[in-house]
């Protein structure tokens, strides 16, 4: 184990945030979870949205193209998948946009991608010369920009707080031989400062400040600010402050204890709920407009995709007709995805009647 660590890069017996264990647990180069193994599938360690079944994507490009024709119906219109996971999603908006001849020739598409290996999953998934990978939004110059990604958010490295005597105090891990030990040091002025902004976090003795994310969404704003635009989210969350520690770690789609998490470095995806009260202050401390957030089942079903699978199943058996209602109950369950998930999206443009908020 020690020998493993220690390509990680680890320091032993010294402290490490809990944002960059695991930056390193998930990003180091080639020994990373997401660098060294494909997550994705019945075979992999979790399920997304847009693997279960091409209806959620087909949804979503509905949604896309709804809100291109809020837009004015521009020219060029950009869009960007962020944390494209194993391509899936684009590949299904790609089929469903050249059914809709006159936005398929506006639309751009760029791919936000971190892990080189899903890089190459996704490029043999969706084979397409038009699609653009970009690590920076440089490439983007003209038109409205529609950023949107579907559990992206929780993938990036968060940190956690807590409170004692009326002072913030950051979460640490020291590595001692092959144990990992929760510990804690002074939080630093400025994240004390940052914390502090937010009402959402006001009188939480836990606290979950996502700092590397708001530093990916500072860039998006920026953009849209700039192009005008807007960018949808969907991942599983909350609304009313848990405060309490999210994190969770998957593997083989199954939840494996955090007490041995050690073992599982590398191995295994650690993700945590997002505060998506949160995500709504940030973005309207940046003076975007933020719809209501939704379940993803209410923005779904608002969409239309009962309708549409009803269409589908004109054409189909009844084993098919079968499988399709498991789909539709693992998207739209409350028990399952249909409740857990939520789906913000925050814009700049001076028109608010977006479809899929009520």
């Not at 983007?140 to 929780?154: L, S």
């Amino acid at each position: 184990m020690q020998q493993k660590l220690k390509k990680f890069r680890f320091t032993l017996n010294k402290k490490i945030s809990v944002d960059k264990f695991l930056e390193k647990a998930l990003y180091e180069p080639k020994i990373g979870y997401y660098n060294n193994k494909i997550p994705f599938g019945k075979d992999g360690d979790f399920i997304t949205s847009p693997t279960i079944s091409n209806l959620f994507s087909e949804i979503l490009a509905i949604w896309i193209i709804s809100t291109w024709e809020k837009f004015g119906k521009p020219n060029i219109f950009n869009l960007v998948e962020l944390g494209p996971g194993d391509g899936s999603l684009t590949k299904t908006l790609i089929k469903t946009f050249k059914k809709f001849p006159e936005f398929n020739e506006c639309v751009k598409i760029f791919l936000y991608e971190k892990s080189n290996l899903l890089k190459i999953i996704q490029k043999k998934k969706i084979q397409n010369d038009q699609i653009k990978w970009i690590q920076n939004f440089n490439l983007i110059k003209k038109g409205p920009v529609i950023f949107f990604g579907n559990e992206f958010f929780d993938a990036i490295p968060i940190k956690q707080f807590t409170v004692k005597n009326k002072k913030l105090l950051e979460k640490c891990y020291i590595i001692n031989k092959d144990t990992l030990i929760e510990t804690y040091k002074k939080a630093s002025p400025s994240d004390v400062s940052s914390i502090n902004s937010f009402n959402t976090l006001k009188k939480q003795n836990f606290v979950e400040y996502p700092k590397s994310g708001f530093i990916e969404l500072n860039k998006i704003v920026k953009k849209i600010s700039t192009l005008t635009g807007g960018i949808l989210l969907i991942d599983y969350g909350y609304l009313k402050s848990l405060n309490k520690n999210t994190l969770q770690a998957v593997m083989r789609n199954k939840k494996i204890k955090m007490n041995n998490l050690i073992n599982y470095v590398g191995k295994a995806d650690i993700t945590y709920l997002v505060n998506f009260n949160l995500l709504k202050e940030f973005f309207e401390k940046k003076k975007f407009k933020v719809k209501n957030i939704v379940t993803q089942r209410f923005f779904l079903e608002t969409m239309g995709i009962i309708e549409r699978a009803k269409i589908i199943e004109k054409n189909m058996n009844e084993k098919q007709k079968k499988d399709m209602f498991l789909i539709l109950k693992r998207l739209l369950h409350k028990d399952l995805m249909g409740e857990l998930f939520k789906v913000i999206f925050a814009y700049n443009y001076k028109k608010n009647n977006f479809l899929g908020f009520g």
